[in-house]
């Protein structure tokens, strides 16, 4: 039966994904003899807690003192924007209550669990645990390996090509290898990251926008890798952040309002030093990264092993020769899905 | 560790959703010595099961003999369009099989994992269970219930009315509470379905085509019931199948080519009788209904409790009075998203 409540505290959980963040998404149940009696989850960061709402919702509250409370993730145990529901759960008497998943923020950490262990409440804890995980996965590898939640995205032809052979803006335009419902898809992409990141070569070349226009939402904060120094101001993606590895390039969009300019130096073997450039996305609170390319930049976070879910369009359009892909090597498919002839595939890294 | 090959299973699985129907959706994996060494999906009706294409996987075929078999749904024991699965397993001598869920098809339904044991074949049932049957829970809900699986959809304004007051066609167009991004959402959602019903009604007042415009796939089949056998063969969702309960009209639809006419008794308490349409339309290979209404629709399917899912959106718009939509009782709500301004939920039947 615990898994039965949990499973209602996920998809409670899961209603507070639009403005949760950047908390994580988090639901609650209370339980009085086999009988849901409250409900909850954090409907906006700086609001109440998903145990606070789900307290709030029992219309006689002397049933608490013998409910089970559910919750998708461990509750805190620190004053931050609101008071620890650790805390709450102790006045309230609640017997008993029924962890998803640890929260690994440090603040809290398994502080929350013993903090009720303390005061006499029984704790069982992960019911659930891998969905309660898998839920906030980008919240857990934020706050785990302090960079953002890195998401590839690219579209290839049927030959592997992502783009014609284009050395300059008078080659002409970009392939189109994504239809209307795709790119939709790839806007609702952009509307649920953090940042979006392009190389130097497609800014210049595809001159994009990088906006959210197809689908309702926020655009996400723009970022740039210039290794040449040569973007010119007046690119769309501009005002953005630039990683530029050009150390002596006075570029002009340096003093471009909104645009902040990161100086850092590539490593001594060449290679792209995308952790430290993750790292210092995650201290400007970047939680989730979209990387749109081009296949270069893709290659540097797959062979660097910085990345943890890709989505890749398989279009039925040959080119015939053309820029390559990128290799997805180590990635397993773990969903696959035909949209209007464009097969679209989600991978995440493999355990090899 | 049999969850996690089984969650393996399920991401296979589900790389089948385009065109494994009228089959289930099925992944399978075959672990060695802890190391996956073969993995399979069921990739489209009439084609090789996903126990099949997993066992041919296998590059070393002695492993076998030594492997465990994962696979999300009971192994057949039936030749359909091809031979079983079950004499496979045990042909190849696996030594054991870990089944997600029964399958309730009466041509299986136990009768796999008998076989299995039978052969000396060591079997678990209930991994991942309640995940493997909601995957396929349409499906399920087509075998076990002898009716399709039932979704109710509309979108109503902030003021709870899906339309204007309108008696004639005169009156001018239908409210748009929808939005682009929704409608091509809608569009998805009848592209999933096999078919799609309203009630005539709204086939009159606002002439629907009913087709898969603004998503890529199919459109489903259309489905109308006729109260008052004044529906003119013009419309623009002929050819259909109607149920008319106006027993003694002869509407001119009756001779559309592709249009079949099932005529059918209202109940003596006057409600609409669903229960034997929704019969009639699982023996023509319905699994999967959308009912778009109207709201009167909405409400005989609700009140008498045939229906497993509902797409509720909320438009910011208010009309100030109208047609008031059906009102959802026995409800809860399983999922919500704000898309563009527009809150939708996913609901699905309470226990109560």
Known sequence: MDECYMRRALQLASCGREHAAPNPMVGAVVVCDGRIVGEGFHRQCG??????????????????????LYVTLEPCAHYGKTPPCAKL?????????????RDSFEKVDG??????????????????EKECQELNRQFFTFHQKKRPYVTLKWAESADGMVDFLRSTLADGAAAQLSDATNLALVHRLRSRADA?????????????????????????????IDTHGNLSADLRLFPARVYLTATDARPDYERLSGTTVCRIARETSGTLPLHTILSDLAQV??????????????????????????????????????????????AVV??????????????????G
């Open 196 to 224: 979006i990141l392009v190389g130097g070569r497609t800014a210049l070349l595809d001159n994009p926008s990088l906006t959210t226009r197809r689908w309702p939402g926020r655009s996400p904060q723009r970022v740039v």
């Open 47 to 68: 609001g109440p807690h998903a145990e606070v709402n789900a307290i709030a919702s029992v219309r006689r509250p002397g049933l608490l003192e013998r409910s089970t």
């Open 285 to 330: 609170g970047v939680q989730s990264l979209l990387v749109e390319g081009g296949p270069a930049i893709h290659q540097a976070f797959l062979e660097q092993r910085l990345w943890d879910e890709m989505r890749v369009e398989h279009s039925p359009l040959r080119l015939g020769g053309g820029v390559a892909a990128a290799l997805p090597f180590g």
């Open 111 to 128: 502080k929350g669990i013993s903090m009720l262990r303390q005061a006499g409440v029984e704790v069982t804890v992960g019911v659930l």
């Open 89 to 101: 759960i102790v006045e309230k008497h609640i017997p008993r209550v029924v962890v998803g998943c």
């Open 334 to 351: 773990v969903a696959r899905e035909n949209i209007g002839g464009h097969v679209v595939e989600i991978l995440r890294p493999g355990c």
